[in-house]
């Protein structure tokens, strides 16, 4: 797995999560390549520019012993640890870490990559410390599962536009990227998805006759899936509450009085395939 910018954005997310979460002063982690390599990507408090770049495979060190093991290890002094081989003190050394705590990223059963957390000092790490941290891998573990099942999509849905598929399998990719979209945290990625339902509407030929908000999209190509507004909001993150306001929203602009008028409408408009 090589890191691009979406990777990065969501690297930097899980980071500050745990820096925040922990109180630990240096936190910095990275993505998985060329098998169970570790490339340190992202650094947060850190004093130098040692450990960037730094590459650990599997096995080696605390983060490599962390990919061998996919389960979180901690050790209180890293230069005397006898839990790890050394392969990476010199660079430990120059920053000046002592006590280290690593946690695996673990998608679909494989690791993909490793955050760490770091003092300069020699401190027991454990507790909810560890439990933060945790926390903050599964964060990223989720925000990845959902970048890639983001992109199968769109790929599906820009060659589904030019291969002509049955209507039924547009509208259910367009449903599926819309839930997806406002979930992606990278702005560039989130448009990349936006732009490929503009393929399955008619969005890209012209401005629409009515306006409607992204979110009125979003409930309304749920509905359109025969979503219910309970199924509708675990979808899109928010309660069945908001899901009929924004559904009364819509029917008022599209001027339907049922929501199968309002999906109907909103076809017509070019907001729906």
Not at 84 to 90: K, M, R, V
Not at 94 to 100: C, F, I, K, T
């Amino acid at each position: 797995m090589t890191t691009d910018a979406s990777d990065a954005v969501e690297i930097r997310n899980a980071l500050l999560r745990l820096r925040r979460g922990t109180g630990l002063p240096i936190v910095f982690g990275g993505l998985t390549e060329a098998g169970q390599r570790i490339r340190i990507s992202e650094l947060s408090g850190t004093a130098t520019h040692a450990l960037r770049s730094l590459v650990v495979t599997s096995g080696t060190g605390l983060g490599g012993k962390t990919v061998a093991l996919s389960r979180p290890c901690v050790v209180t002094d890293y230069s005397a640890s006898r839990q790890i081989s050394h392969e990476y003190d010199a660079p430990v050394a120059v920053e000046g870490l002592r006590s280290v705590l690593a946690v695996p990223v673990v998608v679909r059963y494989r690791v993909h990559g490793v955050l760490y957390g770091a003092l300069r000092t020699s401190l027991p790490l454990g507790g909810r410390m560890l439990d933060v941290a945790v926390e903050a891998a599964r964060g990223l573990e989720r925000a990845l599962v959902v970048r890639d099942e983001a992109r199968t999509l769109a790929a599906e849905a820009a060659a589904g536009a030019g291969a002509g598929p049955g209507w039924e399998q547009v509208r259910e990719a367009h449903t599926a990227l819309r839930a997806l979209a406002p979930r992606i945290a990278d702005p560039e990625l989130r448009a990349e998805l936006l732009g490929a339902c503009a393929l399955l509407t008619a969005e890209s030929a012209g401005p629409p006759r009515v306006h409607l908000a992204p979110r009125e999209v979003d409930v309304l190509a749920c509905v359109a899936a025969g979503a219910t507004n309970a199924v509708a909001a675990e979808r899109l993150g928010v309660t069945p509450e908001t899901v009929k306001g924004y559904l009364r929203s819509a029917m008022r602009k599209l001027r339907a009085r049922t929501r199968g008028e309002a999906v109907v409408a909103a076809r017509r408009a070019g907001w729906l395939p």
